[in-house]
């Protein structure tokens, strides 16, 4: 497959095109192009066939902040390869232009777009897209810049070569400038300086859990990112080492299918797992991913016994009350955590320092306590929690919502009832908090029809009165024998409407939340090392400041079955 991208194309919100990038070809034009991908139904794949075309065209697609990215191409090309490059432009653009990516900020900075896309594909082939590259061959107009071209004078060149040292020199010294400050790293950029040097770790992870409606886990994983930064002068050589819960030995055994940053040294990570070795990039990149099966089966293939530890605990009971129209979600929060052992709420976080190094961060207001540093291992904070809880299509409304603490809508539109919990509340030293709910459905008659909604008998019934209790003069021989056919009448009504209100429970709920200074996996940053014997350009007695964070987040990633 030696096959070229052709053009790329960026529409708005609204699916009006504001840029058209043509690399090679004849390309099909934006407007020609997207009806052939609209016409396909929802969710649409990010690689589409069109073979009405001619010639018949290759479409790779990507949505991002409300954007929509079209790359075409005639030949046969490495999938893959395209769909990095699609996401590799989001990433530059939002490093130069700034995040959110927005449709205005290409159209007022074409020329940084142009330079860009230029730069990163030549004529179809996929060439530079590091950002620290990048950096040093596109030409971003400066605030000095702006304000001499506001003023609109004639020696502006001279002025502001007088004062960046070189910037009023020509176009053609300005590219041998370049051509010679080509960093010999492809992903970092030359002749890097920083007035204060700084090492820090972001350790994230994601949480997917699903449980049993006993609270018994049946598949638990946690996807991590370690995002770094390095602003240090000169070319670094550093070492992190990583650990598992039970040391380095392990490491390899925890963590399944590890994606590296190319400035990562495979050989000495596959000699030494848990040790990175890298030249970093200059600024905040991601160094590594991985996923961790927090269930694994045992060596002989049994399924596994053990059980996962949360920050919370969710408890579910459905067909509450005397008709079993009521549910209630418990929420219950665990002290598992941390040299404290506990979790506390509302903490800010900080970030640890290594190697003798303090945080500089104090604790949060309402975490910690008393105790310091609140987000940090010694001391989790808890906060963002949200329990999601989807209803069935046959609930009509939610008229009663009693939460113990916290607030809960329902979303009649999207059938979703939502609690959140605040952070202050959390800092408030509870370990439980309930939630119930009475749900009402459609009123339903013993045929099988839609009942009166006012309840007085004379809507549903094309004319007939029926009521449920008996009538007035049916004859009864005794009081007992009346309040006998009273109570068995009622108990019958009951059971009907337990069994209509059995289909109104929800059967599942989704818990949101957020953890700073703990990690379900138990992975932890050992050390962050300079070898001083490879780096060049440091000065010798320069001890940058390190610091490790750890997050974990659960985006409604647990989830209990009823």
């Known amino acids: 497959m030696n096959g070229v991208i052709e053009a790329l194309h960026i529409y708005d919100e609204h699916n009006s095109p504001i840029l058209s990038h043509t690399y090679t070809s004849r390309p099909l034009s934006p407007s020609y192009l997207l009806p052939f991908y609209l016409s396909h139904p929802t969710p649409r794949p990010n690689l589409i066939y069109l073979p009405q075309t001619n010639p018949p065209t290759l479409v790779f697609s ?67 897209t590091e950002p620290n590259a990048l950096r040093d061959m596109v030409e971003v107009e400066g605030w000095v810049d702006k304000l001499l071209g506001g003023l609109n004078l004639s020696a502006g060149k001279n002025f502001a070569g007088g004062l960046g040292g070189g910037m009023g020199s020509s176009a053609a010294s300005s590219s041998s400038l370049i051509s010679q400050n080509t960093p010999a790293l492809p992903w970092r950029r030359a002749n890097v300086r920083h007035t204060s040097n700084e090492l820090y770790a972001d350790v994230v992870e994601t949480l997917s859990v699903t449980l049993a409606p006993s609270g018994r886990p049946l598949a638990a994983f946690a996807n991590g990112t370690i995002a770094f930064t390095t602003k240090v002068s000169g070319v670094p050589d550093i070492v992190v080492t990583l650990s598992g819960p039970s ?57 596994p016994t053990g059980n996962v530890k949360l920050p919370v605990s969710l408890e579910m009971k459905t067909g509450l009350g005397l008709t ?3 549910f209630e979600v418990r929420v219950q ?65 939610v008229p009663e919502i009693r939460p113990s603490k916290g607030d809960a809508t329902y979303n009649p539109g999207e059938r979703v009832l939502e609690w959140t919990i605040s952070n202050k509340e959390l800092a408030q030293g509870m370990s439980a908090f309930v939630l119930r709910c009475t749900v009402v459905g459609q009123q339903v008659t013993e045929e099988g029809e839609e009942g009166d909604p006012t309840g007085f008998g004379f809507g549903g019934g094309g004319g007939d009165y029926n009521y449920d209790e008996p009538y007035q003069d049916i004859a009864v021989t005794s009081t007992t024998k009346e309040k006998g056919v009273d109570k068995a009448w009622e108990a019958e009504r009951d059971e009907k409407k337990q069994a209509q209100n059995k289909i109104l429970m929800p059967s599942s709920a989704l818990v949101s939340f957020a953890v700073k200074g703990w990690l379900p996996s138990g992975i932890k940053v050992e050390s962050i090392i300079i070898d001083p014997r490879k780096s060049r350009g440091m ?10 964070k750890y997050l974990t987040v659960s985006k409604g990633g647990v989830e209990i079955r009823c």
């Not at 929509?68 to 005639?74: D, P, R, W």
């Not at 432009?89 to 007022?108: M, N």
């Not at 392990?250 to 797992?273: M, T, Y």
């Not at 979790?343 to 604790?363: D, F, K």
């Open 62 to 128: 990507l949505a991002h902040a409300n954007l929509l990215f079209l790359i075409t191409t005639s030949s046969e090309v490495e999938p893959l390869l395209v769909l990095e490059f699609l996401h590799r432009i989001v990433d530059s653009f939002e490093e130069f232009l700034g995040a959110p990516l927005l449709a205005h900020k290409i159209e007022s900075n074409y020329d940084v777009v142009a330079q860009l896309l230029t730069e990163m594909c030549d004529a179809g082939t996929v060439n530079t």
């Open 247 to 303: 040391g380095k030995h392990n490491l390899k055994g925890i963590v399944d299918l590890p994606v590296f940053h190319p400035c990562v040294r495979l050989a000495k990570w596959r000699e030494q797992p848990g040790v990175l070795s890298f030249v970093p990039p200059d600024g905040r990149f991601t160094l590594a991913g991985y996923e961790v099966d927090l269930l694994p089966f045992d060596v002989d293939g049994k399924p």
């Open 324 to 326: 079993g129209s009521d």
């Open 333 to 397: 929060l665990n002290k598992v955590f941390g040299s404290s052992g506990s979790v506390q709420g509302g903490g800010m976080g900080a970030r640890t320092g290594l190697q003798g190094r303090g945080s500089g961060g104090g604790s949060g207001p309402g975490g910690g306590f008393g105790i310091p540093n609140a987000g940090t291992p010694a001391s989790p904070s808890l906060h963002d929690l949200v329990i999601t809880v989807p209803l069935p299509a046959d609930v009509r409304n």
């Open 539 to 548: 000065g010798e007695h320069m001890k940058p400041y390190k610091g490790v």
